[in-house]
C-alpha cells in the first residue's frame, strides 16, 4: 500500500473573501491516476415521484433527468430504513440497524453516535489513499469521536444532524410554522413541540461552528461552493477522492429564497426541487469540466417524503400504499410500505456506467458501501458481515440481477425500531407488522400485527390489495418468506454487531457562545474560527 501522510492546513486562498482549509497530501507509490473518484449525494425526504425522469408530472429536475440519460436510472431502488440517522448508518456502514446499532434517530443532546467499532467508507477509502470529504448533513452523533472528523472524513463542512433541529433568523417554510430564533437577552418559547426555539442551529466547519444560528437562505449556495472546491483541489492534487454530500433538500424547513426569486408562482417545494435540482447540477458540472472520465457519481435518498408536512411534503408516484391509507395514517416516510423506502437513484459514469439506461434491478443504498469499495479496489472490513452486494455489474451494464430479497426494518410508524418484520421478496413483499405515520390531517394508522403475513404481489404497485391467504400464490410465497426471514435473523445473531449509545445530556448541544440566548454567535466570517486540525492516522 502506498505511503501516505495526512494534514489538513489553513491556506491563504481568498474564496468569496473566506479561508478554505485545503487538505494536502504528501504521497509515493503507484496509486496516481488508477483509482477512480466517487461523489455520493444523498436528497432529505425526497419522493421517488419527485423525479421528472420517474413521474412526468415532475417538471423541476431537469439537471437531475439529465443525468439519467446520461447514466443509469434505478426504478426498484430502496433506502435502508425509512428515516434519517438509520438510513445514513447503513449507507456509510452497508449492514442493517440491527447490525450497526443505529435504529432510529439521534437528538440534538445525543451524547452517542453510530458506534466507534462500525467502520465507515470514508475509513476504508481512507486507508487505500483517498481523500475523504463530507458537505452536509450528518446525523450520525456529533460529540467527541463522534463526529465526521473522526469517522474517515478529512474535511466537514455541514450541520450536524437535520435543519429543523435548531432556530434559525430565517425559519423558512415548515408546518406548522417555527419562530425564528429569539433576539435579546429572553429566550423564547414555541407551543409546538416540534420546534425548536432555545438552541440555534449550528453550521461547522471541521471541528469549530463557523456560524450559529445558520443562515438557511444561504446554505444551499454554500453547500453548492464548498463541494466544488473540494472536487477542484483534490482533482489538482491527483489523489482520488470520495465526496459525500448529505442534502437538506427536500426536508422542512424549505427556503423562502428560491420562491422569491422565482416569477412562474411555482410551490415552496417545486421552487425547493429546483434549487437542490441546481446544486446537484453544479457538482456534475464541476465533476464534467475537472474528472469526468474518471468519477462515478450516484445520486440517492434517504427515505419517502414526509407525508405529515402536507403541501410541504414530495410525490411517492404510484406507490400509494393504498391499504394503509385505508386504515389511517400516511404510508411515506417512518413506515415499511414502498413511498417510504422506494426512492429515486442515477449512477452517472461516463465511458463506465451505459447511457440512457432504466434498471429494474432490486438494489438498495446498503450496496453503496460494498459497490464503491470494490471499485476502489479495496477490501471489506474483517470480522463483520454485510447486507448490500456489490452492484458493479449492474451499474457497469453486466448484469440485470440485484437482491432476491430485502428487508425492510421498523422505523417509527409501528413495531419495535430496527425489527425486521417486512420483507421483499423477488416481487412480493410481506407484511408482519402495519402502522401508518402521521398524516397531513394529523391521523395516525393503528398498529396492526399478521400472523400468517399480509403478502402483496408488488405488479400492485399502489400495494391496494394483498393476496388472498387461501390463494395458491400465497400458500407457494409464504414458506419462501419465512425461509428468507429466518435467515436473515440467524445470521444477524452470530455476527459482530454494535450497540449504539442513544443516552441524552443537555452538556453536549452544539453551543458556540453558552453566554448568549440561543448560542449565538457574533462571528463576521469564517475566518475568524480556525480550521487548522490534523486528522493523520
Not at 151 to 168: A, E, K, L, N, Q
Request: charged residues 20%; glycine residues 10%.
Amino acid at each position: 500500500m502506498a505511503w501516505l501522510s495526512l494534514t489538513v492546513l489553513l491556506v491563504g486562498v481568498s474564496f468569496l473573501g473566506c479561508l478554505y482549509p485545503l487538505v494536502d497530501f504528501c504521497f509515493s507509490g503507484e496509486t496516481r491516476g488508477q483509482k477512480p473518484n466517487f461523489v455520493i449525494i444523498l436528497a432529505d425526504d425526497m419522493g421517488w415521484g419527485d423525479l421528472g425522469a420517474n413521474w412526468a408530472e415532475t417538471k423541476d429536475t431537469a439537471n437531475l433527468d439529465k443525468m439519467a440519460a446520461e447514466g443509469m436510472r434505478f426504478v426498484d431502488f430502496h433506502a435502508a430504513a425509512s428515516t434519517c440517522s438509520p438510513s445514513r448508518a447503513s449507507l456509510l456502514t452497508g449492514r442493517l440497524g440491527l447490525r450497526n446499532g443505529v435504529t432510529h434517530n439521534f437528538a440534538v443532546t445525543s451524547v452517542g453516535g453510530l458506534p466507534l467499532n462500525e467502520t465507515t467508507l470514508a475509513e476504508v477509502l481512507q486507508e487505500a489513499g483517498y481523500i475523504t470529504g463530507m458537505i452536509g448533513k450528518w446525523h450520525l452523533g456529533h460529540h467527541s469521536s463522534y463526529h465526521p472528523n473522526f469517522r474517515g472524513f478529512d474535511y466537514y463542512f455541514g450541520i450536524p444532524y437535520s435543519h429543523d433541529m435548531g432556530c434559525t433568523d430565517t425559519p423558512g417554510y415548515n408546518h406548522p410554522p417555527c419562530p425564528a430564533c429569539p433576539q435579546g437577552d429572553r429566550a423564547a418559547r414555541s407551543p409546538d413541540r416540534d420546534c425548536y426555539t432555545d438552541v440555534a442551529l449550528p453550521l461547522y466547519e471541521n471541528l469549530n461552528i463557523v456560524e450559529q444560528p445558520v443562515n438557511l437562505s444561504g446554505l444551499a449556495q454554500k453547500y453548492a461552493e464548498k463541494a466544488t472546491q473540494f472536487i477542484q483541489r483534490a482533482s489538482t492534487s491527483r489523489r482520488p477522492f470520495l465526496l459525500y454530500v448529505g442534502l437538506a433538500h427536500m426536508h422542512v424547513p424549505l427556503t423562502r429564497t428560491q420562491l422569491s426569486a422565482d416569477p412562474q408562482g411555482r410551490t415552496p417545494y417545486a421552487a425547493g426541487l429546483r434549487e437542490m435540482d441546481s446544486l446537484v447540477g453544479q457538482i456534475k458540472d464541476r465533476v464534467d469540466r475537472t474528472a469526468k472520465e474518471n468519477t462515478f457519481l450516484w445520486f440517492t435518498g434517504d427515505n419517502g417524503p414526509w407525508a405529515q408536512k402536507c403541501e410541504l411534503a414530495g410525490s411517492v408516484g404510484p406507490f400509494a400504499g393504498s391499504w394503509q391509507a385505508q386504515q389511517g395514517g400516511s404510508p411515506a416516510k417512518q413506515t415499511t410500505w414502498e413511498g417510504g423506502h422506494r426512492v429515486p437513484a442515477v449512477a452517472y459514469w461516463p465511458g463506465r456506467v451505459p447511457i440512457n439506461v432504466t434498471s429494474t434491478a432490486l438494489l438498495s443504498v446498503l450496496d453503496i458501501f460494498p459497490t464503491v469499495v470494490a471499485l476502489a479496489g479495496a477490501s471489506l472490513p474483517r470480522g463483520r458481515r454485510f447486507d448490500g452486494l456489490d452492484a458493479s455489474e449492474v451499474l457497469l451494464g453486466a448484469s440485470q440481477t440485484g437482491h432476491r430479497a430485502l428487508f425492510h426494518p421498523n422505523s417509527g410508524a409501528a413495531g419495535e425500531y430496527g425489527a425486521l418484520q417486512t420483507v421483499r421478496l423477488e416481487r412480493y413483499k410481506a407484511f408482519y407488522v402495519t402502522g401508518g405515520a402521521k398524516a397531513c390531517d394529523g391521523s395516525v394508522g393503528p398498529e396492526q400485527r399478521h400472523e400468517p403475513p399480509l403478502i402483496f404481489n408488488l405488479e400492485d404497485a399502489a400495494e391496494a390489495v394483498p393476496l388472498e391467504r387461501g390463494s395458491a400464490e400465497y400458500r407457494s410465497v409464504l414458506p419462501e418468506v419465512r425461509e428468507v426471514l429466518a435467515d436473515v435473523l440467524q445470521d444477524i445473531a452470530h455476527d459482530n454487531i454494535s450497540r449504539a449509545d442513544y443516552a441524552q445530556d443537555p452538556s453536549v448541544t452544539p453551543c458556540c457562545n453558552p453566554h448568549q440566548i440561543a448560542c449565538r454567535c457574533h462571528t463576521t466570517s469564517q475566518t475568524d474560527v480556525s480550521t487548522s486540525r490534523n486528522v493523520g492516522k
